[in-house]
Structures are given as C-alpha cells and as structure tokens.
C-alpha cells in the first residue's frame, strides 16, 4: 500500500486549504485525516467510508469538509474558516477492505497572520 498526501501550507486565519491523499495497492474501506500538534497526541480529523458515511472530530464540523473519489483511491480534506488551533501535522489514514491500517507521511499545516 501506498499513500501520497499533499496540499499542506501556511495560511492566515480564516483561509482555507485543501488536503489530498492519494492511495494504491489495495481496496480501502475506511479513509481518513488524523493531526498532531506539538505536544498533543494524534486525534481523528475526519474520515469517510466506502459508501460515504462521515465522521468529524468536533472542532472541526461545520468547517471542513472530507469527500472522497473511489476511482481514483483519492480522499480530500477541505479545511474552510481555519484557525491557529488547527495548526498541526496532518496524516492521511486508510484501512483497507481487510482492516489493515496504514499512515501517509505527514503535510504540515500552519495557521498564522
């Protein structure tokens, strides 16, 4: 299995950016976004189903977006309204059909004026 994230940066409050997360080499069930902020531990962002059934941290509803292409193997994270508190490296996630989980190499995703 294979992960390709991208789409990380520096933005200031209240922009947005888009996460992508490409993925090959299996079926995948589950694909998802977990963060890490310098001294915290991961947490779950979101994630998405194969048939498109979706999970959002709290902090997060209402403010981003995780959709996903089953064609592609592709899982997108649209992050609208961001604030510092999202600062963080984010890790793309995925389970495969045979619950097998893997992690993408971190996107760093900054927040700041």
């Known amino acids: 299995v294979q992960l390709q994230a991208s789409g990380g940066g520096l933005v200031q409050p209240g922009g947005s950016l888009r996460l992508s997360c490409a993925a090959s080499?299996?079926?995948?069930?589950?694909l998802g976004w977990y963060r890490q902020a310098p001294g915290k531990q991961r947490e779950l962002v979101a994630s998405i189903t194969r048939s498109g059934n979706t999970k959002y941290d709290d902090s997060v509803k209402g403010r981003f977006t995780i959709s996903r292409d089953n064609t592609k193997n592709t899982v997108y994270l649209q992050m609208n309204n961001l604030k510092q508190e999202d600062t963080a490296v984010y890790y793309c996630?995925?389970?495969?059909?045979?619950?097998?989980?893997?992690w993408g190499q971190g996107t760093q995703v900054t927040v700041s004026s």
């Open positions: 996630n995925v389970v495969t059909m045979y619950g097998a989980p893997y």
């Open positions: 080499g299996s079926i995948f069930n589950i």
